[in-house]
T-cell receptor, first 113, second 110 residues
Framework: DGGITQSPKYLFRKEGQNVTLSCEQN?????MYWYRQDPGQGLRLIYY???????QKGDIAEGYSVSREKKESFPLTVTSAQKNPTAFYLC????????????FGPGTRLLVL | GQNIDQPTEMTATEGAIVQINCTYQ??????LFWYQQHAGEAPTFLSYNVLDGLEEKGRFSSFLSRSKGYSYLLLKELQMKDSASYLC???????????WGAGTKLIIKP
């Protein structure tokens, strides 16, 4: 089955701790995205990557970091610098072409202990 | 500034028709998307409009007027499983990223 997987489904972070959220896709998509979803707000773009070994900051990149070493994988690290990390994190992928449609993984809910 | 407006919540009856509106003000336009999101789950793609007019796909239709900065999603023959949030997103004309509305929570009553 082709699709996007995210793990874990739930993640708990302690104060001062970095945590990494996994995102893998087997759709052969060039572009991958990380969004944050908070209640009552639209999805906000954290980082995106249109090609391996390259990525750009989105609207709310502070306190986050990413890597894109493989086409299939785009992990997101939530660092201790992110003071309000509690949210639902969604990974998406697309062809990277102008008319692309983005397809989403099941999401990771991050909670702070 | 860039802004997308949708009603926060709507209620409809099973078997009826409901129209969810979306208005947008963006620096450019390269298409409008509708997604469905059930609580705690990922958004799933419903429709894409880039030209004016109506796109029909089964029980769901989406309309776009670029001159008015307006779109709607029309859901017919409502079923209980249609209870979800519906997200409107516009592709920005400058950097081609998606700008998202806050979503409309649709509640279906028997």
């Amino acid at each position: 089955d082709g699709g996007i997987t995210q793990s874990p489904k739930y993640l708990f972070r302690k104060e001062g701790q970095n945590v990494t959220l996994s995102c893998e896709q087997n759709l052969n998509h060039d572009a991958m995205y990380w969004y944050r979803q908070d209640p009552g707000q639209g999805l906000r773009l954290i980082y995106y990557s249109q090609i391996v070994n390259d990525f750009q900051k989105g609207d709310i990149a502070e306190g986050y970091s990413v890597s894109r070493e493989k086409k299939e994988s785009f992990p997101l690290t939530v660092t201790s610098a992110q003071k309000n990390p509690t949210a639902f994190y969604l990974c998406a992928s697309g062809t990277g072409l102008l008319q692309e449609t983005q397809y989403f993984g099941p999401g990771t809910r991050l909670l702070v202990l | 500034g860039q802004n997308i407006d949708q009603p926060t919540e709507m209620t409809a009856t099973e078997g009826a028709i409901v129209q969810i509106n979306c208005t947008y003000q963006t620096s450019g336009f390269n298409g409008l998307f509708w997604y469905q999101q059930h609580a705690g789950e990922a958004p799933t793609f419903l429709s894409y409009n880039v030209l004016d007019g109506l796109e029909e796909k089964g029980r769901f239709s989406s309309f776009l007027s670029r001159s008015k900065g307006y779109s709607y999603l029309l859901l017919k023959e409502l079923q209980m499983k249609d209870s979800a949030s519906y997200l409107c997103a516009v592709r920005d004309g400058s950097n081609y990223q998606l700008i998202w509305g806050a979503g409309t929570k649709l509640i279906i009553k028997p």
